[in-house]
């Protein structure tokens, strides 16, 4: 009996505490259960709270805007004037009055509507005015990316921003153009919305509106569009003067009037065989008329201002631009090209080039894209300025100035003997010299005067291609990217660059190893006369060493040491002053070049077709560039006094007067005795 007693005992305190736990995780619930409803309330308070302060703020910023009824109230749009330099010579007029003629939507075509609505709104029938999808993943880029890169609009949008609203990036902005999208989409249909999107939106240029754009583009009515001229104006309202067919980016504009018709294919409103014929069909542009001088440059200038102030401010902005152009030269510079042009036909030459900079500024004085602007035969809108060729040999220099920064020298010696390059076993390459000759053992020095290929492929082996495309990527290059691609023809001119930077380039020869930025806006004032951009002091990068400016100057302004290739009288000499001047031929004669500066003043040239036939054989940089080069350089330092250029005193003249004056060489040019001849006599 004690001993069941003592169990009956020994166990309540077992169940009591079973109690307590029970009791304990009781009150645990009860709490986790207060906790999450406290939290659920708290949430539910800001997102109430978030919704009122949206709304709030959607009816802060409606509480100014202008009704979507009253979209015909438009302020004046002021012309934008861009002059030359002394602001005396209006190059261009971006005219404040539009063109604009009005169209009912049952005239613009089908091709027209869904080729727009494929390139800029593809969810226009579908959205209430925005696409938030769209608006997020243009907010994801604008993040990724740090700058505002993408808009996220819809047609609606785009509507409203350029009729009631300005084309300034800003949050304000958007929230406004928001607001009115939707209040847009409410009082109006879908094809109503479209028709004033059409009737509205800028196209390039003076044309506003759909029938304006086709009749400047190409002459007719918009009733008579074809597919790809459909496809055409559905590419321009994404950035009208960077797609424009007159400006420097024509490549560009046909591939974004393909994709769009690639798109079109794929949303089943035209067949594949459409699309094709449509790709594949050749479309003439009209010209853009008179009323413009220095076509080219003004383009690229129209391009840099759209890009800082938006298409609409320079369209309508009433801007006045004082460019770096320098009147005189810029038409001298046409002229020229003009004349020696025509004579260059002959040689199957159609088309040329020149771009011309102050060395100590970087302001841009002469910039000519083509032998003709009007020229549609030659692609004459084209601005061949901007555009990527194989420089050829002119692009020695940049090399060598690698090697000499690297610690080899003018003195340094190397074997002009035909070699294999090749170290895989796969392909040969045995580059040879543009004689057919090779000259044996030779200097630096010789092998640039010469412009002799064997020696030069050498010394690019010796300091690495990678080497010489950071060098080359300090000067300006940015093309140049890819070593793997290159390989050693890069010394040869193997690898494509524009004009604008090949001659930028030269500037750090004639400045001793200091680059200068080219320059092509020197102040922009508002309607109000307001300044809004200056250029004060020139941007200046130190490259390399002043020693290597120097020795490359000495060596491609030393008439002498080149005179065994180019002879005694060639293009290559200004009769009152010194020049350092290189030319350069790619092997299939597609492109010739001569570039050369002065301490002052440095100017390129290319000479070639823009589709990129060859010309015959001999039309080398010296014959068809370097006349024309020679031509511009002499009127252009006239009346100025000469400068000595800032070129090693020890080889400028030691050369000339030591070892060609001991008999090596006699003073004949390549057709008579060559000055290595003694050295090395090549079996044939």
Request: proline residues 5%; charged residues 25%.
């Amino acid at each position: 009996m004690t001993h069941h007693m003592s169990i009956t005992e020994h166990k309540k305190p077992r169940l009591f505490r079973h109690k307590r736990i029970s009791h304990h995780f009781s009150r645990r619930k009860n709490k986790k259960g207060r906790i999450f409803r406290i939290i659920f309330f708290v949430i539910l308070f800001f997102f109430l709270l978030g919704i009122i302060g949206f709304f709030g703020m959607i009816g802060w910023f409606s509480r100014d805007l202008p009704h979507p009824d009253k979209l015909l109230d438009r302020s004046i749009p002021l012309s934008t004037k861009i002059y030359d330099r002394t602001g005396e010579h209006l190059l261009y007029e971006v005219h404040g009055a539009q063109q604009r003629s009005l169209v009912s939507i049952s005239h613009i075509p089908n091709s027209l509507k869904k080729a727009t609505i494929t390139a800029e709104d593809k969810g226009f029938y579908t959205h209430k005015g925005f696409d938030v999808r769209g608006i997020l993943r243009s907010i994801l880029v604008d993040i990724i990316s740090r700058k505002k890169a993408q808009g996220g609009s819809t047609i609606t949008q785009q509507f409203i921003k350029n009729s009631l609203l300005t084309s300034r990036k800003t949050f304000t902005r958007k929230i406004k153009e928001l607001v009115l999208a939707y209040q847009l989409e409410k009082q109006f249909s879908k094809d109503q919305i479209l028709q004033m999107y059409f009737n509205e939106i800028p196209y390039g240029s003076t044309a506003y509106g759909v029938q304006a754009a086709s009749k400047m583009y190409f002459g007719k009515n918009v009733q008579d569009l074809s597919l790809a001229e459909s496809a055409y104006l559905a590419a321009l309202p994404k950035a009208p003067t960077y797609y424009s067919p007159w400006g420097s980016h024509r490549d560009k504009l046909d591939a974004r009037k393909n994709a769009i018709l690639s798109d079109m294919e794929k949303e089943e409103y035209i067949s594949e065989e459409e699309a094709r014929a449509a790709q594949e069909e050749k479309i003439k542009f009209k010209s853009p008329g008179q009323g413009i001088e220095a076509p080219h440059f003004v383009m690229y200038v129209k391009e840099l201002l759209a890009d800082a102030y938006g298409e609409k401010r320079v369209e309508e902005g009433g801007l006045k631009v004082i460019t770096s152009l320098d009147y005189d030269k810029q038409k001298f510079a046409e002229q020229t090209i003009r004349k020696q042009g025509e004579k260059n036909i002959s040689m199957d030459a159609l088309n040329a080039a020149l771009f011309s900079l102050d060395t100590k500024t970087g302001e841009i004085l002469a910039m000519v894209g083509s032998r003709d602007y009007h020229n549609e035969d030659i692609d004459g809108n084209v601005n061949v300025v901007l555009r990527r060729r194989q420089p050829g040999s002119s692009f020695k220099p940049i090399v060598y100035a690698a090697a000499f920064q690297k610690g080899y020298t003018p003195d340094t010696i190397l074997f002009d003997i035909v070699t294999n390059f090749d170290t895989t076993g796969i392909k040969e390459y045995s580059p040879h010299n543009y004689t057919g000759k090779e000259y044996g053992p030779v200097t630096l020095r010789q092998a640039l005067a010469g412009s002799l290929n064997i020696p030069a492929v050498k010394t690019l082996y010796l300091v690495g291609v990678p080497h010489v495309i950071e060098f080359a990527q300090s000067l300006g290059y940015t093309s140049l990217t890819d070593p793997d691609r290159y390989g050693l023809s890069l010394v040869l001119g193997g690898a494509e660059v524009t004009l604008f930077e090949h001659t930028a380039a030269f500037t750090a020869f004639a400045q001793e190893g200091k680059r200068v930025a080219p320059i092509a806006i020197l102040r922009v004032e508002d309607e109000k006369n307001t300044v809004l951009k200056e250029f004060k002091d020139p941007i200046i990068q130190e490259v390399f060493d002043p020693e290597v400016a120097r020795n490359i100057s000495a060596i491609l302004s030393d008439q002498k040491a080149r005179e065994f290739i180019f002879g005694g009288h060639n293009y290559l000499i200004l009769s009152d002053r010194p020049a350092a001047v290189k030319t350069g031929t790619t092997n299939d004669n597609r492109d010739a070049w001569t570039i050369g500066y002065t301490p002052s003043l440095v100017t390129g040239v290319w000479v070639g077709n823009n589709n990129n036939t060859p010309m015959k054989k001999g039309a080398d940089g010296s014959k068809v560039a370097a006349p024309i080069w020679n031509e511009f350089m002499t009127y252009a330092l006239k009346n100025t006094p000469p400068e000595p250029l800032s070129a090693d005193r020890h080889y400028h003249g030691k050369t000339c007067n030591g070892i060609y004056s001991k008999g090596i060489y006699s003073g004949k040019n390549f057709h008579g005795k060559h000055p290595y001849d003694s050295f090395y006599r090549p079996k044939r």
